[in-house]
């Protein structure tokens, strides 16, 4: 059974837990502090359990070069990248603000540090867990340094080959952390035949001991419901007040609705999940005492035979009798007392030991 661990306080992941479901807010606040609590009171109410924003310190995560690109995209806060990024990034104040008021909510609060500079910050801030994008996943140094801090890490694997992801598991294991990665493919909206869900199966013989989770950029909510059904213990999803405002990411996102019943929907399909042990279920014996069949005789038998197998058939038959699954047991026995055709074989009608 994959490794559990208490990922926020009070919530556990991994094993028979309930999938951990992350509304990722990300930058679609639009870069306004009303709108971005209006979206946690959203994911609230949806029943997702953390509210997740990405946190960057821009000198940090990008070179000057970087920040003074032209940006013209339709997407575009800005003439140039940095001016971009700069009005739809948060201060330290509102960061704190936002986490308080999730508090008053009553949902987890966490954000991608995007570079080291934030993933300190929010580690001042006392987040529950660091959540490292997949531009970061291969950033051995970053990871190294997050997971010295002590917190569980989620670590979303978009972007890259196997090989990496095994380098990234060593490296976690090493600093001896609590964590899962998400299997994720980076492309905004994402198409269904570049999902590739089966790689939730291939990390989950690889890392046996951890969760396994699924980061989706996908429209829709039967992917993610997929990633379930295939044991995903952490799912995260893009949330958008408005598919049409402008960002690169609202297209992929989920609106207040579709998040709410993505939500339903995960926690249906967990309780079908249900047990790993196959057994006659209580909710199944009506049917088994109408319908379940029972070894009855193909002929009459008279007492002290030896029961050969064209003795023996199996019917639906009053009062039960021994189970078919058991009638090549029956063989080689011998019979107690004179039976009718169509008579139930029963326990008490046959000798204990092969003759």
């Not at 339709?74 to 948060?90: A, I, M, Q, V």
């Not at 976690?172 to 939730?200: G, M």
Request: hydrophobic fraction near 35%; proline fraction near 5%.
């Amino acid at each position: 059974m994959p490794l559990e661990f208490e990922l926020a306080p009070g919530r556990m992941i991994g094993g028979d837990h309930p999938c951990f479901i992350i509304a990722e807010i990300g930058q679609n606040h639009q870069g306004d502090i009303k709108i971005a609590k209006q979206m946690i009171k959203i994911a609230k109410e949806a029943g997702a359990d953390c509210a997740k924003f990405q946190k960057s310190e821009l000198q940090y995560k990008f070179n000057k070069a970087a920040l003074a690109r032209p940006y013209n995209s339709k997407n575009s806060f800005g003439r140039t990248y940095g001016e971009h990024k700069r009005f739809l990034e948060f201060s330290h104040a509102q960061y704190k603000e936002l986490k308080e008021y999730a508090a008053e909510v009553g949902i987890y609060f966490t954000a991608s540090g995007m570079d080291e500079a934030a993933m300190e910050f929010l580690h001042q801030l006392d987040v529950p867990f660091f959540k490292v994008g997949s531009g970061d996943t291969n950033n051995l140094p970053f990871l190294t340094r997050s997971a010295k801090k002590g917190r569980p890490m989620v670590v979303s694997s978009g972007m890259q080959s196997m090989d990496t992801m095994r380098t990234v598991y060593k490296t976690l294991k090493a600093e001896d952390v609590n964590f899962c990665i998400l299997q994720c493919t980076s492309a905004y909206p994402l198409e269904p035949e570049d999902v590739h869900l089966r790689i939730i199966q291939e990390y989950q013989k690889e890392f046996p001991d951890i969760p396994i989770g699924y980061s989706g950029h996908e429209s829709g909510k039967t992917i993610t419901l997929g990633a379930i059904a295939m044991g995903a213990k952490v799912v995260e999803r893009h949330i958008t007040m408005d598919k049409t405002w402008k960002g690169s990411d609202h297209e992929a996102s989920l609106e207040p609705q579709e998040l709410k019943e993505l939500v339903a929907e995960i926690r249906f399909l967990e309780r079908a999940l249900g047990s790993r042990v196959k057994e006659m279920r209580a909710c199944e014996l009506a049917c088994h005492n109408k319908l379940g069949k029972s070894v009855v005789a193909a002929k009459p038998i008279t007492s002290d035979t030896v029961l050969t197998e064209e003795m023996l058939t199996v019917k639906v038959a009053e009062p039960k009798g021994y189970p078919p699954e058991k009638i090549y047991s029956l063989i080689g026995r011998k019979i107690k007392r004179d039976l009718e055709y169509d008579d139930t074989i029963r326990e008490e009608d046959v000798t204990s030991e092969e003759s």
